[in-house]
Structures are given as C-alpha cells and as structure tokens.
C-alpha cells in the first residue's frame, strides 16, 4: 500500500502578475542559472529569504524594537534596499523563520539559522518575479518558495484496524500456526498478544498469508533480528527520536509511556515556560497550526504518525497490544517519542515549519529525527504521480530548497552531546513509494540514512524506490505482492468469521480509528523507515547500558555495516498486483536481478548493530565542568558508570575554597566559590572511581560541561 507513504506532493499553479507595481521593469535579467528556482506549489504571496552575515546587527536591532512593542513580527527589516522592495511587493509581515531560545542561540548564530526570514506580501504578486527582485539585492544570500508539504496517500480508504479491546482478546483467540513460544526463545519480558504476527520482528518463515498468493514467498530470518537484540537491550528512556509526521497519539495505552513530555510546560497555560520560544509544547508541538495543541482525531488524519510511532517504541511487556523495536520491557524504560506534527488532516507544514520541526527536535534532546515523507522521486512515472516531480540531484535539492538543507544539517551536527553516548544526530527518511529507481529528496541527502522498502522473503516491496542513495533496507510490507487479487484487504485481525488473520504480509502497529486507540496494518517505505530508526534507537540505548561514546557519522557507519545480506535473494523475478484489489488486476513481473546492489547495504540486523556497538567508540568518563563564582552546574553521573542508576555516590573535592560539590541519587551538583580549578573524585558504590576537574570562572557559559 505504497498510499502510506508521505511525500511533499507538487502541483502546478498559474502565477499573476503583480497589482502594485511591474516588479520586471528596471530589474536587470538575470545571469544564466542563477534564477531562483521555485516549486510549483509554493505559497502565494510569501517566500523565504536569508541575509548576508553582516546584515545581522540591523536584523537584530529591529527585531528587538519589534518584540519590545509586544509582538515580534515586523513590518520591515530595517535594510533600506529590502525594504524598498517590500514596500512594492506590499510587504505586511515579516519575521525571523527560528524563535529566539538563549540556550541554543549561540550554535543556531553560528550555523547561520538567525538569518533567515519568512516575508509575506500581496498574494496576487508575481511570485517568481518578486524571489528575483529580491535575490539582486547585496543584502540577500538566498531566496526560496515555501511550499507546502503533502502527503501521498489517500486518506479516505478503508482502514485496516483492530480495537484495544479485541487487541486485549487476541492471545486467548489464536491458536495456530502462526503461535510462536517467545518465552523459549529467552526474551527478557512477556510478549505482548500481537508479537506474533509483527513477522517483521522474528520471521519464522511459517505464516498463514504465505496461501494468498501460490507464487508469493516467506523466508525465514526476514526481519530486523529483534529477540536477540533484546536479550541484550530493550530501550533506554534517555534516548528521544523525533516523530515528524501526523501528530502521534500520545495517550495511546501502548504508547503512553514512552511518550517525551516537557515537564516545564503545561496544557493551556498559554506561556513558553521554559523559553524555547514554543508555547504549551507539552508532548512537541503542532508545526501545522503553531500551536501546542497536537492533533490526531481529524476525518482525513490516518493515524499514520501513531503507526510510525508504535514500530519504534511501542510499550514492551505490558500485555497488551503490539511490541516496539526499542520500546522496553515490562511497561517501561523505552526510548521517547517526541511528537513534532507537521501534518493534520488535509494540510501540511508550510516548508518553513517542518524547518523549525527540524530545529525543533535538535534543541530540546531528539537524536534521531524520523521522517516517512519526501519529494516524489525525479524518475517516477509522471502519467501514474503526477508531471511534477522532485529533485534529481543533491545540487538541484540544494539549490530549490536551500532551508531544508541548512536545518537538516543543524541537526545532524548539533543534537545530541560530546559528553553523551553520540554527538550530532541522524535523520532518518523513507525512501518513497513510485516504484522508482532514484530516492527521492531530502532523504537522498547523503548526509541523511535514505531506507528502502522489502518484503517477507528478502526480496523488494513492489512499490519500494532504489539506486543509488538508498542506504540500507526495512521490513515495508507487500500487500500488491501477498494480497489475495480481487479482494478487499482485511479490515481487521480478524475476518468475518471471527478467524484471526495476517494483514497479507503487512506492517502492524499502534493505530487511531475514529480518534480512539487501535492497532492496524500499513504498507510502505513509510513503515521500513521507523524500523531503521528503532533499531538506531535500540542500538544508542545499549551504548547508554555500555556507555560508549560515538560521533553521529560513525554510528551510521554501524548502522550500515549491521545487515543481513539482501543481493543472493535477488535473482529470477516476482509477480505482483498494482491494483490488486480488483479482479482484473494485471500482474507485473519485476526482474529482482535489476535490484541487485541498489538497496542499500542490506536489510538492518539490531542484534549485529549492539554488539558492534559493544566494541565501537570511545568509553564513556565522566566529563570536566566549569561554573561561575556563586553559580552552579549539574551532572547525571549514570551515565558514566556501568549500571549507573542503581548506584550510589560520594564526592569529596580537593580544595574546598574553590568549588563544593553534593551528590542526591545520580545527579552531582558543583557550586563555585571563587576563581580557579581543583579536582573531584566520584566514587560509586561499585568502586570505580573517576577524577573530574572543575573550573571556577567569573562568568560561566550555559550547561557546565567543558
């Protein structure tokens, strides 16, 4: 059900001339190839622009003045010649794209991110000719459109779902041959009821949607090696991943306590309490309608982005429901999910704020960003989706939306730590769905892990894209391919005899029907993609349990090396039905040998990523801090012992005419007395002691941490 996917859809609109004035008179041409290149369904009268670094001391003054008048949009920029140009456009509002957040101000100033601004103008100007006037002028580095992203599939069709009831009644229910003893495999909690048929997890080869299609075949050991990666690790609730997606249902009773919650904000408090510039950003926040209110229960929402959710961590051991990849053990300790919603209902974020979703995550703890969306392929068959379509090159998605681009990289350089267990972050995003042999954008980056989609047997998802920017494979399932041809898919785990059935060899998880709590099967590089991003989050949660240190494109680099092979099943050919569901469905044969070295390394291995993991990186010591005179700086020290939560700790320091310092449970607290550095011994109950030192200054930058 390549439907499942999200993509940034493009769509062709007429420009109309300007009413104020001929933007093209007395405006020179441009010079070959500069010409600001906008996509088809940018917004009427806005577009993105980012100023040249010695603009930034106008740009600020003005933005001070503006949020001393009690806002904080502006109806100018303070610069003479761009404000000229506003002036004709008929300029209104203007503003910084990233709000203010004095923690994180200094790293978003040196990325660049502080120069960009969003205008809005008269929407009947000519769009096109408006992003040239402002490209000439000196002042301007970059001028974009601000389109916004849509989703790929229909959100209108049947759905395919089960209640947290009938969910509760399925163990009791099935007894077949899909049954699976866990408890003899050694898993170190009690499966949940639908382990069993989440074959994408542990894949015994014997499922009962293998009968759908004579032709179709299941292989055993086609999954992601979950049960022996658990026996290791289960998650770590230290470790967030950002869900940029449908807000995700954050009181789903499989997902509820793995949700991240901003314990310095409140619901309906209507204040930023804790500064980052969002207000009432409890669970994330609402990018769509810029508010902290995420939404899930809309007529055309399709619980996808509670679907994505539930594959990475979905409560563990809490008998009820389905399993998460890193979602714990026996109801607790799974890694976060951080809901940054950029869809709701029919309308997207504008581009602009899937930009600050980005930044978003970065600044308030997410390490991976998990994003089951994209441009539609630029090889894609353009009668089947659309004349539009996407970039074909890293310098052409660079150049259209260069925004994109810049809070990307934000964020894989900045999330995370040099004192945690990975310094930078990884995005993470579905390949696409057009049957394409090119990824689509920005997950193409090649900066960015880009999954492809496969099947039960080893061999490619009918729908899945590849070539070259695909960088490792997932479970997606193949409904086209296991599908019964001339039926409808089931509705549920169960058919109308009450006989519990297989989803015809599609991905189950956590789901919302009619806004209630529910689980339901999808299809799509949508659903291979939080796979990568569960076994990542697994894999940074047993460096945690280990504590070892990685920088981000080393962990990717394990990532990429921990895989099952995928090549030696790529060979002969496989039928499967675009329109299966109908009984004239035509079938089409897909010669597997073209696939051969184009999906990636291979299909990702979670029980090869921990033990790499095991002997990758740097250990992890307890880091030197600095404070100010009368200041303080804290420090959780289970981090940097092994089975550090169930420790205690004393402290003693060298000069106590410096520095104090108190330890209450794992956190240590250093208070400065005066200028200078003397050192502290941490000494856990199990013996291994560590020896930081601690700097003493008249003023000391944020976070303690040298």
């Known amino acids: 059900m390549k439907r499942y996917y999200v993509y940034a859809a493009l769509f062709a609109f007429a420009l109309t001339s300007c009413v104020k004035e001929d933007l093209g008179q007395g405006t020179p041409a441009p010079v070959p190839g500069t010409e600001v290149k906008l996509p088809a369904n940018a917004e009427a009268g806005e577009l993105l622009i980012k100023f040249k670094p010695e603009m930034s001391g106008i740009l600020d003054r003005t933005f001070t003045r503006a949020m001393h008048s009690g806002g904080g949009a502006m109806t100018r920029s303070g610069i003479p010649s761009t404000d000229e140009v506003l002036e004709i456009l008929g300029g209104y509002h203007f503003e910084r794209v990233f709000p203010r957040d004095e923690r994180t101000e200094e790293r978003t100033r040196e990325a660049g991110l502080h120069l960009w601004y969003k205008v809005k103008f008269d929407e009947d100007a000519d769009l096109q000719q408006a992003?040239?006037?402002l490209s000439l002028l000196?002042?301007?580095?970059?001028?974009?459109?601000?389109?916004?992203?849509k989703r790929a599939y229909d959100v209108k069709r049947t759905r395919t779902?089960?209640?947290e009831a009938a969910a509760r009644n399925l163990s009791a229910a099935r007894a077949t041959e899909d049954d699976i003893d866990f408890s003899a495999l050694g898993l170190p909690f009690t499966a949940d009821p639908a382990l069993k048929y989440q074959w994408h997890y542990y894949n015994t080869g014997d499922y009962s949607f293998a009968g759908n299609n004579p032709a179709a075949k299941i292989v055993a050991g086609c999954d992601v090696n979950c049960v022996e990666a658990w026996k290791m690790c289960t998650g770590d609730p230290s470790i967030i991943v950002a869900v940029l997606d449908e807000g995700v249902m954050y009181t789903h009773p499989d997902l509820e306590a793995n949700m991240w919650k901003n314990d310095g904000e409140a619901f309906g408090a209507g204040q930023d309490a804790d500064g980052n510039g969002y207000v009432d950003d409890v669970y994330g926040y609402n990018f769509?309608?810029?508010s902290g209110a995420i939404t899930w229960a809309g007529e055309t929402d399709a619980g996808h982005g509670t679907h994505v959710a539930g594959t990475i961590a979905a409560v563990n051991g809490n008998g009820r429901g389905v399993c998460g990849i890193a979602g714990g053990s026996n109801g607790a300790n799974g890694v976060k999910i951080m809901t940054c919603q950029v869809f709701e209902g029919e309308n997207g974020a504008t581009l602009d704020g899937e930009a600050k979703a980005i930044k978003y995550a970065a600044d308030n703890g997410a390490v991976i960003l998990q994003c089951s969306w994209g441009y539609v392929s630029a090889e894609a068959n353009k009668v089947i989706f659309?004349?539009?379509l996407g970039p074909a090159t890293e310098e052409e998605w660079e150049k259209t939306y260069p925004l994109e681009k810049e809070a990307l990289d934000y964020f894989i350089q900045n999330a995370g730590s040099p004192n945690g267990v990975i310094e930078g972050g990884i995005a993470v995003f579905a390949g696409g769905n057009e049957y394409a042999a090119l990824p689509s954008f920005p997950g193409a980056y090649s900066k960015c892990v880009t999954v492809g989609a496969l099947d039960a047997a080893f061999t490619p998802s009918s729908f899945t894209n590849y070539g070259a920017g695909t960088d490792v494979s997932a479970p997606g399932g193949d409904a086209e391919y296991y599908g019964i041809v001339g039926q409808e898919d089931p509705e549920g785990w169960f058919d109308g005899n009450g006989t519990p059935v297989m989803g015809h060899g599609s991905i189950l998880s956590t789901w919302v029907s009619d806004g209630q709590a529910a689980y339901g099967y999808m299809d799509g590089t949508s659903m291979a993609c939080p796979?990568?991003?569960?076994?990542?989050?697994?894999?940074?949660?047993?460096?945690?349990?280990?504590?070892?240190?990685f920088k981000a494109d080393e962990f990717v680099a394990l990532l990429k090396e921990s895989v099952k092979e995928i090549d030696p099943y790529l060979k002969g050919s496989k039928l499967y039905y675009y329109t299966h569901n109908y009984a004239s469905a035509p079938a089409t044969k897909m010669d597997l040998g073209s696939y051969r070295g184009k999906l990636g390394t291979g299909l990702v291995d979670a029980a090869k990523l921990l033990k790499a993991v095991e002997g990758g990186g740097l250990?992890?010591?307890v880091p030197n801090?600095?404070?100010?005179?009368?200041?303080?700086?804290?420090?959780?020290?289970?981090f940097y012992f092994e089975n550090g939560r169930n420790l205690s700790y004393t402290v003693s320091v060298a000069d106590a005419q410096i520095a104090k310092a108190s330890v209450a449970e794992t956190m240590l607290t250093v208070e400065g007395i005066a200028t200078g550095s003397t050192k502290i011994t941490v000494k856990p109950s199990s013996g291994q002691e560590q020896t930081l030192t601690v700097t003493v200054r008249k003023n000391a930058g944020e976070g303690g941490w040298m």
């Open 288 to 290: 769509v309608t810029n």
């Open 161 to 163: 779902y089960v209640s």
């Open 531 to 549: 796979h990568v991003s569960g076994v990542a989050a697994l894999g940074l949660s047993y460096a945690v349990q280990k504590r070892r240190h």
């Open 386 to 388: 659309g004349t539009v």
């Open 625 to 638: 801090m600095y404070v100010s005179v009368d200041g303080s700086a804290t420090l959780d020290l289970a």
């Open 138 to 149: 000196g002042e301007i580095s970059a001028v974009q459109g601000n389109p916004r992203i």
């Open 619 to 621: 250990e992890m010591k």
């Open 131 to 133: 992003a040239r006037k």
